[in-house]
């Protein structure tokens, strides 16, 4: 890796992290889930350490109806790295439950609720943020890219904190639909990066994976797939395994190079804007605290 391309993928894995919990709130938000629960869902699906947990038909309605009210299996496939097995029920479900519209409003409402509670209406630089977001994410094409179309479909919000969460929600899911096209191109399943992704996050393969609704025959076949191509053995990477799965992530930071050209040098600030947000909203219980390894606990599908 030259000198230009870590410098990208450092930046990229910053303004990723500082970004989630900005955005990734709108999935845990108590708000969020209230509004679900008045259209006929189930509400949370228990709280763990202070958080509440998505209900998974909600989620799966929710977040795909940024692509209007789409199959199951377009949502499966957009999210990637679900079971479609419990996907698509899931959302055929949802359906009769609510329509894209609405069920899009109520999740625009959530989150922006709950950051108001935890941040404050108007936070300090929340219109610089949310210029620089605008101009990080105003020339972004959708090719290619499901989800982060589905937001680019959505009306703006007259809100500065509407107008935070809807770029950011186009920034993380633009990320997203980058990375599932980097693991597709280099030759993995859903379940098999599901497994290669735990690993690198110095998680125990099967724990965060089994939220996604895979079961154990399809983890054994998968593991069985990823040790006959010398990616693991006995439950850890190997030496070529590890370097895959940091390609994938490099190639999904090289994907990242048009939001930060027309960052420039503002891409720090934006993260150092972000950054203390992100806390507050943790340390509130808005998001869990320790990401992908609070999830992994549970342990338990959608």
């Not at 940024?66 to 199951?72: A, K, P, R, S, T």
């Not at 099967?206 to 006959?228: C, I």
């Not at 420039?264 to 804007?273: F, M, P, R, S």
Request: proline share 5%; aromatic share 8%.
């Amino acid at each position: 890796m030259d000198g230009t391309t870590s410098n990208l993928s450092t930046l990229a894995r910053r303004l990723g992290g500082a970004l989630e919990p900005v955005i990734g709130q709108v999935y845990f938000s108590p708000e969020s889930h209230a509004n679900y629960q008045a259209l006929g869902f189930s509400g949370n699906a228990g709280v763990m350490k202070g958080v509440e947990l998505p209900d998974g038909v909600a989620y799966f309605t929710s977040r795909g109806s940024l692509m209007g009210q789409v199959n199951g299996h377009v949502i499966a496939a957009a999210f990637g790295v679900f079971n479609p097995d419990v996907v698509v029920p899931s959302v055929t479900h949802g359906w009769s439950l609510t329509d894209a519209a609405t069920i899009c409003d109520a999740r625009d409402r959530g989150a922006i609720a709950q950051l108001e509670r935890i941040l404050g209406p108007r936070p300090d630089g929340i219109d610089r943020v949310d210029e620089l977001l605008a101009r990080a994410t105003a020339g972004l094409e959708p090719a290619g890219r499901p989800l982060a179309a589905g937001v680019m479909s959505q009306a703006p919000i007259d809100h500065p904190l509407g107008a935070l969460f809807r770029h950011g929600d186009l920034l993380r899911e633009y990320r997203g639909d980058s990375h599932t096209a980097a693991w597709v191109h280099a030759g993995f399943s859903a379940i098999e990066i599901g497994l290669l992704t735990e690993l690198y996050w110095g998680l125990p393969l099967r724990t965060y994976t089994r939220s996604r609704g895979w079961t154990d025959d399809q983890f054994d076949n998968a593991e069985a797939g990823l040790e006959a191509r010398d990616l693991i053995a006995n439950g850890a990477f190997t030496k070529l395994g590890r370097s895959e799965r940091e390609r994938i992530e490099s190639a999904t930071d090289a994907q990242m190079a048009p939001v930060f050209a027309a960052l420039g040098d503002d891409a720090a600030e934006l993260i150092d804007h972000l950054v203390p947000w992100g806390n507050a909203i943790r340390s509130a219980h808005g998001y869990p605290a320790s990401g992908p390894h609070d999830l992994a606990e549970r342990s338990t599908a959608f």
